[in-house]
């Protein structure tokens, strides 16, 4: 960084020159100051529907990756003998309605299948 700096009491200016990239040297009381900020092109972009299924990609393949490692789990349980009859029902159950929710969520925000299986470049596909 360059040394930028703002000095103003007041916080509406502030959040102006940090909006613009730059500042017209005068203080909003008519005192001028020195401020240098960098032109760069604004890094993230904030739309709503964007923030929203972003969030919801990144929450649903987590969920997905529990549910998938619970099922696992499972797995191993009843392979072992670990679970009575009654107990492979009600975890079977429990699985199916949380697999059916992840659907209901997935088609919700608008997502792919696919959208959940992150790529993860040398470690492969997270799912």
Do not use: W
Not at 1 to 26: K, Q
Not at 66 to 87: C, F, K, V
Not at 115 to 123: A, R, T, V
Request: contains cysteine; negative net charge.
């Amino acid at each position: 960084m360059d040394g930028t700096r703002v000095e103003s009491p007041c916080v509406s200016h502030f959040a102006r020159v940090m909006n613009t990239g730059c500042d017209s040297g005068h203080h909003p009381s008519g005192t001028s100051q020195v401020v240098t900020a960098l032109r760069q092109p604004p890094r993230i972009n904030l739309d709503e529907d964007n923030v929203k299924n972003g969030l919801g990609r990144l929450v649903l393949t987590l969920v997905k990756l529990l549910h998938e490692l619970l099922e696992r789990q499972a797995l191993r349980r009843i392979d072992a003998g670990y679970l009575s009859d009654p107990e492979i029902e009600r975890l079977g159950l429990a699985l199916m309605k949380q697999a059916q929710e992840i659907e209901r969520l997935r088609h919700e925000f608008k997502l792919d299948e696919d959208d959940l299986n992150l790529d993860l470049g040398p470690l492969g596909r997270l799912l």
